[in-house]
């Protein structure tokens, strides 16, 4: 199974590598060559000695159907093209049938396996034009092309834009980046009995699919692979589902009369430590209407008069389901805080109806930094998303989007000491997420760049120039 012969040859029953000795044999009846074409047998690690176990070590064999043994090369690196990671045991391939159906109908003229570094070398190729396509294998399949109708598909896939003329010696194509195979959307649940939320389950994750709706004043939150439509009052409606401007699921919503309300409830709540900078945040399952502060008690647990604490809340603009508290508070010091029932109301109107008390010592400021991002040389004309990663974990900022600016400043306080990275990604299509990339309808996945950020130490400010100048 290791052994991999390059311009592919369809090895039957009859063909099956075996030893003899100290001798391996492929046998080649009944099989068609193509005229003068360098065949490359990538042996590798397939073989072992007898005594001591040890591997071969990028064995090949090659050779030659006409009167030249090619001698060119193509390499390069093939990486997931979010993440940049590189994929290992994956397939580079070249294509000396310029068709655009050739690369999901037919064989690649050449081909190379990735090693555990993403890097992959095609050898002695005859100089010409080529197509090039990476793709990621299913474990089922005998071919090495884009079968996209058959029963093992490729996992993920990627191509470069244009043709390459590959000359005598080496020629580096740089990294080449690989998306998933898209998945046909499919609806594989729908909810509308809870008033004020229409939930609609999907394949894949919710952030990835596209709606069109008949009326407007929904509130969108992507919940895994749940679509959550939040609404103030409800009325029929159609909506459509799809992909990539391509529509193919309808739902159909009679707008249901309200029934007895289901009140809010706190899905996330502050844990026993305080950050000074983030204060206290609840998120509730349910977008919020009003808050009566009236009902909110805040003290110092110490205070035997329990006096008070003034405070400001806010809701999230994006999600008011989140409820953030800010005081001035004080370092080392733990606070008590009781939320009333009737303190929230969600959208249709219902309170909260329970009572929610909680402990909660606050850290000192000094205990946390504060990082400063200016970006400069911005293209005006497009929108970038920018999100703060922590190297050590997979943990993110709140997400940012900037739009048709030629500078930008963010600044982030309160963050824990740590080594953080940003992620930058050019949103072409401006639908505020990351797309990937899709074969079939030659589309490159959207640019991400990532630029290394100094550590941040406690009590420090760390400010970063990020010149967004797209890469040649």
């Known amino acids: 199974q290791k052994i991999l012969i390059s311009p592919p040859l369809e090895l039957g029953k009859d063909n099956v590598p075996y030893l003899r000795r100290r001798s391996l044999i492929i046998p080649l009846q009944g099989l068609t060559l193509r005229d003068s074409v ?23 064999f090659v050779f030659a159907t006409g009167p030249v043994l090619d001698s060119a090369s193509v390499s390069g690196v ?5 993440s940049g990671a590189p994929i290992d045991d994956a397939t580079f391939t070249l294509y000396s049938n310029l068709a655009d159906t050739a690369t999901t109908t037919e064989n690649p003229t050449y081909f190379a396996q990735t090693d555990e570094e993403g890097k992959f070398t ?10 090039a396509v990476g793709l990621v294998r299913n474990p089922g399949a005998t071919n090495y092309y884009v079968d996209v109708t058959g029963t093992f598909k490729p996992i993920s896939i990627g191509f470069m834009d244009t043709l390459i003329t590959v000359a005598d010696g080496n020629n580096d194509i740089g990294s080449l980046r690989l998306s998933p195979l898209p998945l ?5 649940g729908r909810d509308t009995s809870d008033y004020g939320v229409i939930k609609v389950t999907f394949n894949q994750p919710a952030e990835n699919i596209d709606l ?6 929904y509130l969108r939150l992507n919940d895994k692979d749940t679509l959550k439509l939040f609404y103030r009052e409800a009325a029929p409606d159609t909506l459509i589902f799809g992909k990539a401007a391509t529509f193919t699921d309808t739902l159909v919503y009679r707008g249901n009369a309200a029934p007895p309300g289901t009140p809010p409830r706190v899905v996330a709540s502050p844990s026993g430590r305080l950050n000074p900078a983030e204060g206290i945040v609840f998120r509730f399952n349910r977008p919020l209407a009003s808050v009566d502060t009236s009902l909110i008690s805040l003290t110092d647990k110490a205070d035997t008069l329990a006096t008070p604490i003034r405070f400001t809340y806010s809701l999230d603009t994006l999600y008011p389901g989140l409820l953030r508290l800010r005081a001035p508070w004080k370092p080392n010091v733990t606070y008590a805080l009781e939320l009333l029932p009737g303190t929230a109301e969600d959208w249709t109107g219902s309170p909260n109806t329970d009572t929610l008390s909680y402990q909660l010592r606050a850290d000192d400021i000094e205990k946390y930094g504060t990082l400063s991002l200016t970006f400069t040389a911005l293209d005006s004309t497009r929108h970038y998303i920018i999100r703060l990663v922590e190297k050590e974990a997979p943990v993110l900022s709140t997400q940012r989007i900037i739009r048709e600016q030629s500078d930008y400043t963010v600044t982030y306080r309160g963050l824990k000491p740590a080594t953080y990275q940003l992620e930058v990604i050019y949103d072409n299509n401006r639908n505020g997420r990351y797309d990937a990339g899709d074969f079939l309808r030659r589309k490159q996945p959207e640019l991400v760049r990532r630029f290394d950020i100094e550590a941040l130490r406690a009590n420090w400010e760390v400010a970063e120039n990020i010149r967004l100048t797209r890469p040649q």
Request: hydrophobic residues 30%.
């Open 38 to 60: 360098t065949y490359v047998i990538n042996i590798g690690s397939a073989i072992k000695d007898l005594h001591e176990g040890n591997p071969t070590e990028n064995l090949r």
């Open 184 to 188: 046909p959307l499919k609806v594989t």
């Open 122 to 131: 095609v050898y002695n190729i005859r100089p010409g034009t080529y197509r």
């Open 212 to 217: 069109i709706s008949g009326r407007s004043g």
């Open 78 to 82: 093939l990486v997931e093209d979010f």
